[in-house]
T-cell receptor, first 113, second 114 residues
């Protein structure tokens, strides 16, 4: 069975600073997608960034980037220049065959002004 | 561009009652799935579908039924609600099997079983 682990239930960061959220996963598949989703208090699940496993280059979306270490099965999310609107629950997820997602437990991010 | 629409947004049920959570998407996505979200556990897959007429069980299927008669709709049925089914339910869809374009989620249904 696939597992995804987020070892940081809560994180905090000062506005304009950088924070890194950790995620590890376990899979026997060779090609797969990894995702970070953001869930603000509105409850909506918002895609932040995705990474295809066979691509060596780390994905980047504006202030969000990942550090993908395939051999170590690690997929961390870096948020640069943190903004108040970044405060949310963040979920790491891995896609398995058949378009199914396995989620981590989530990391609650607080941004302090 | 409605995306994925879930109804209702909130529901309170008594133990033993039945109900259907509705999910509809207008993006012609083949793949649809249902998840439940409980505190400290992330989202867990209940049932999923890879196309009309095809469904399969996920991680936590007990107590739930699904059907997929059209590409657009993927309802989730609770036959006899139990307090353990108190949760937030999300429906999601994707265009391709390998999520190259990500997954689109509905806004969720908060269900309370008393």
């Amino acid at each position: 069975a696939q597992t995804v682990t987020q070892s940081q239930p809560e994180m905090s960061v000062q506005e304009a600073e950088t924070v890194t959220l950790s995620c590890t996963y376990d899979t026997s598949e060779s090609d797969y997608y990894l995702f970070w989703y953001k869930q603000p208090p509105s409850r909506q699940m918002i895609l932040v960034i995705r990474q295809e496993a066979y691509k060596q280059q780390n994905a980047t979306e504006n202030r969000f980037s990942v550090n993908f270490q395939k051999a170590a099965k690690s997929f961390s999310l870096k948020i640069s220049d943190s903004q108040l609107g970044d405060a949310a629950m963040y979920f790491c997820a891995q896609e398995t065959s058949g378009s199914r997602l396995t989620f981590g437990e989530g990391t609650q991010l607080t941004v302090n002004p | 561009n409605a995306g994925v629409t879930q109804t209702p947004k909130f529901q309170v049920l008594k133990t033993g009652q039945s109900m259907t959570l509705q999910c509809a998407q207008d993006m012609n996505h083949e793949y649809m799935s249902w998840y439940r979200q409980d505190p400290g556990m992330g989202l867990r897959l209940i049932h999923y579908s890879v196309g009309a007429g095809i469904t399969d069980q996920g991680e936590v299927p007990n107590g739930y039924n699904v059907s997929r008669s059209t590409t657009e709709d993927f309802p989730l049925r609770l036959l006899s609600a139990a307090p353990s089914q108190t949760s937030v339910y999300f429906c999601a869809s994707s265009e391709t099997q390998q999520g190259a374009y990500g997954y689109t989620f509905g806004s969720g249904t908060r269900l309370t079983v008393v």
